[in-house]
């Protein structure tokens, strides 16, 4: 089970970074160039989603890198990556694989109680 979570922390975590610098890229677009009337605004909170879109890949990955040895930390921040990718990005076509990977692995995390056999 830790192996699995490790794999799907570090899958959603780079899935969810693509997610991010087109996020965090729409939002300078926008502030450089200005909304297009009909077909390009400004989100609601602007800071909410560069924040998340730094934070929540990286709580991804760092859960994965240690589902093999700190299981119990990297379920919660496995989690906690799912619930801010979910918060910050809503659940659509390009979020729901990150987080799906992400609240998976963490349980996975949370549930190994002994080590993986080699």
Do not use: K
Not at 37 to 62: K, T
Not at 69 to 92: E, R
Not at 97 to 110: D, E, H, Q, R
């Amino acid at each position: 089970m830790r192996n699995a979570a490790l794999i799907l922390g570090i899958i959603a975590g780079l899935w969810g970074m693509m997610v991010g610098f087109f996020s965090y890229g729409y939002t300078e677009f926008i502030a450089w160039f200005g909304e297009i009337e009909d077909v390009a605004g400004q989100v609601e909170n602007v800071e909410r989603i560069r924040a998340i879109s730094l934070g929540a890949p990286i709580l991804a990955i760092a859960g994965g890198a240690m589902a093999r040895s700190l299981n119990l930390v990297a379920g919660l921040l496995l989690l906690a990556s799912a619930g801010g990718m979910y918060w910050g990005f809503g659940f659509g076509v390009f979020t729901m694989f990150p987080i799906a990977m992400a609240a998976i692995g963490g349980l996975l995390a949370l549930a190994a109680r002994r080590p993986d056999p080699h």
